[in-house]
């Protein structure tokens, strides 16, 4: 059963294929149980019961509220290295409308985002690699809380976690629908964009709709914003960056009130970019134009721009080792080096701007073209040994044992 051509020739590969059924089981568990960002209580115990059972260094709890670190030591220290490697726990709050007997048990909440599968690989490379200890060094594995916008790696570093168990590089992964089953993805720079939200409220001044000239109408100075909003990127962001600004949402006065012009209109929205140049200028015009749009109707107008995740961009040198792992395991022929950047966000971003590394994308099939925070999504279960060889091999290359 192997999706790589060749991943057969991999020791860690060929032992997490023989705990394939294990990993399965412990994955639908944690898919069965779902739990958001910093209450992922039931997750985090069970993480740390799987670890025990591997004969882990040192298990530490409560890192960044719900976070569990884990250590690993190799055969030898001699190298003085330490390499990190961090799966999410959370899930998102959706109702899941699958049928398989794994399904979400708590409505409102499921894992639509694969968290449990992250979780489950690297599960199965702390037993791989406390099985086998073939690394020079030490391995410090991050189980994080809260990435679906809790910003819950930022929560594990402001607890001390590179200062309390520092490493040299840090790795993390994702699955990947749009990727075929047994295909890996990584690039050498941006792989996911910066994440802002926008809040923008328009005070006017209330009235009756068959009256409009003794109104401000908030509403239609709303619009005026959304409309000139969408110049920001056609009109000031050189084509060759990417930049995207979307108003998602608009609440203002009463349905039911068909005549009943509001006093306040407020648009909700969020911005992504990758450059800080870019993402600075967008904040700055974008507060200018709604100022004076608003001020053009004689009404007034507030924006609250607020930073959320910073892009995801990988360290050249790190990127070119994990792909050079990566096609190790499955063959150059299926690792994509240059992967298009997504301009959807990832607070593996935070740890990413404090160390080296690398983000990848492990392809697990978009069968039936159900993708992340689906309904109907479900983590495919036989990507488990290669994602899970993949998390342990980056660790194995990164601080080679020599017996001598």
Not at 80 to 103: C, H, K, Q, V, Y
Not at 230 to 259: E, I
Not at 330 to 341: C, T
Request: glycine share 10%; hydrophobic share 40%; charged share 20%.
């Amino acid at each position: 059963m192997s999706l790589a051509s060749r991943a057969q020739e991999s020791g860690a590969y060929r032992r997490l294929v023989e705990w394939h059924g294990e990993l399965t089981a412990f994955r639908r568990d944690l898919h069965a149980h779902p739990e958001i960002g910093f209450e992922e209580h039931r997750t985090a115990h069970r993480v740390v019961e799987a670890l025990r059972a591997c004969g882990i260094d040192q298990i530490h709890t409560g890192i960044g509220r719900t976070g569990v670190v884990a250590i690993i030591e190799g055969r030898s220290a001699r190298s003085g290295r330490s390499i990190g490697l961090r799966a999410d726990m959370d899930a998102l709050p959706m109702t899941e409308e699958n049928e398989f007997a794994w399904r979400s048990s708590t409505r409102g909440l499921m894992h639509g985002c694969g968290h449990d599968g992250h979780v489950t690989m690297l599960v199965g490379a702390a037993r791989h690699l406390a099985s086998t200890r073939h690394f020079d060094g030490r391995v410090v594995l991050i189980f994080q809380p809260g990435e679906e916008g809790f910003a819950g790696a930022k929560a594990m570093i402001d607890d001390g976690l590179f200062d309390r168990f520092p490493v040299q590089s840090v790795y993390a992964m994702h699955n990947w629908p749009q990727l075929p089953a047994g295909t890996i993805g990584v690039n050498a720079g941006p792989m996911m964009a910066a994440s802002d939200r926008i809040d923008i409220t328009v005070h006017g001044r209330g009235g009756h709709g068959a009256h409009p000239y003794l109104t401000i109408d908030p509403v239609l100075v709303a619009a005026h914003i959304i409309t000139a909003a969408q110049s920001l990127v056609s009109r000031n962001v050189n084509p060759l960056d990417a930049a995207v600004v979307s108003l998602c949402a608009l609440q203002a006065g009463d349905l039911n009130a068909m005549s009943v012009i509001p006093r306040e209109c407020r648009l909700t929205g969020t911005v992504r970019t990758f450059r800080r140049e870019v993402q600075e200028m967008i904040e700055e015009r974008l507060a200018r134009l709604v100022d004076s749009v608003a001020m053009a109707f004689g009404a007034t107008a507030t924006l609250n721009y607020q930073r959320n995740y910073p892009a995801t961009i990988n360290t050249p040198a790190e990127a070119q080792f994990a792909g050079d792992v990566a096609a190790s395991l499955v063959g150059e022929d299926k690792v994509v080096r240059n992967l298009p950047p997504s301009m959807g966000a990832e607070d593996f971003s935070f740890m990413l701007q404090t160390r080296p590394g690398a983000y990848l994308r492990l392809g697990q099939g978009g069968e039936g073209g159900c993708y992340l925070h689906n309904s109907r999504y479900d983590f495919n279960d036989e990507v488990l040994p290669l994602g899970a060889a993949l998390f342990a091999t980056l660790a194995e290359r990164a601080m080679p044992y020599d017996p001598s």
